[in-house]
């Protein structure tokens, strides 16, 4: 699919060019929001806010961009405002909610899945956690959804170096919580 193709298509009235768009992003973005917000319900949410706002956006989008790296930005800063809802939220009723596991739920878990274990998905689930909004977001665009740091600057509207910097204290971050389980493994 010619992607500059479709949202002209779209920006012109064609409501089926904009369901490609949906249809080619939507499992990516419920990645990048499920993992930065942890939640499933609110990933959706995220998502189907996303496109919202990239629908009513259309007139905005620079076709020199790529389609994905719009939209991750659309959806990064929609994760980021529920996550300070949720911050809000949280500081006014001292809610103690763990929520789940910031990784995708899978249709079956294979061995493969299952063999990672509680402990691991916790220690990654705390790590996320211990991150600013900002590092996770780095993070996550980084080392689950291999985004380069030049997309990943795109998508978060950062230069190089603010990227650079994010996953680097996110990543110290994640080893802090999962050094021991390194030490368990050797």
Request: glycine share 6%.
């Amino acid at each position: 699919m010619d992607e500059a193709a479709a949202v002209a298509r779209a920006r012109a009235g064609d409501s089926e060019a904009f369901r490609l768009l949906v249809d080619a992003h939507s499992r990516a973005l419920f990645g990048l929001a499920y993992r930065m917000t942890g939640n499933k319900h609110d990933a959706e949410d995220v998502v189907q806010e996303a496109f919202l706002k990239a629908y009513r956006g259309l007139d905005r989008f620079d076709e020199r961009s790529k389609v994905g790296s719009w939209l991750y930005r659309i959806a990064a800063n929609c994760a980021f405002d529920v996550l300070r809802a949720r911050q809000r939220r949280d500081r006014h009723f001292a809610s103690s909610d763990d929520g789940p596991s910031p990784e995708p739920p899978a249709s079956e878990p294979g061995p493969d899945r299952m063999a990672m274990g509680k402990d691991v998905r916790d220690r990654v689930a705390a790590a996320l956690a211990r991150m600013s909004p900002r590092e996770r977001a780095a993070f996550v665009l980084r080392h689950f959804e291999d985004q380069s740091i030049e997309e990943i600057g795109r998508a978060l509207d950062l230069d190089t170096s603010a990227v650079k910097q994010s996953v680097l204290r996110a990543v110290r971050k994640a080893r802090q919580v999962l050094a021991p389980l390194a030490g368990a493994a050797s």
